[in-house]
């Protein structure tokens, strides 16, 4: 049990590093209209908006990252 919890703060950790990252790049290329709605999205439109341009922003591996840690927390959550 207790490894499931280190394991979920990881996890979180990781998906808000990941989604500050991005959402940088998101303001710096997308613009600030755009990096605004991943803000309001709660990182949704981030997410989506990062693999939508992640070979022109060179973020591939980052992006697999945090759907690896998305996937993560899915299947702890329903596990």
């Known amino acids: 049990m207790f490894a499931i919890a280190i394991l979920g703060y990881l996890t979180w ?3 808000l ?35 939508i341009n992640a070979k022109e922003e060179k973020i591939i591996s980052l992006m697999i990252l945090w759907t690896l840690f ?8 329903v596990w």
């Open 17 to 51: 590093a990941c989604f500050i990252l991005v959402l940088i790049k998101q303001f710096e290329s997308g613009g600030v209209f755009s990096g605004l709605i991943g803000i309001l999205t709660f990182g949704i439109w981030t997410f989506i908006w990062g693999w």
């Open 70 to 77: 998305v996937v993560i927390r899915l299947f702890g959550i």
């Open 13 to 15: 950790f990781g998906t």
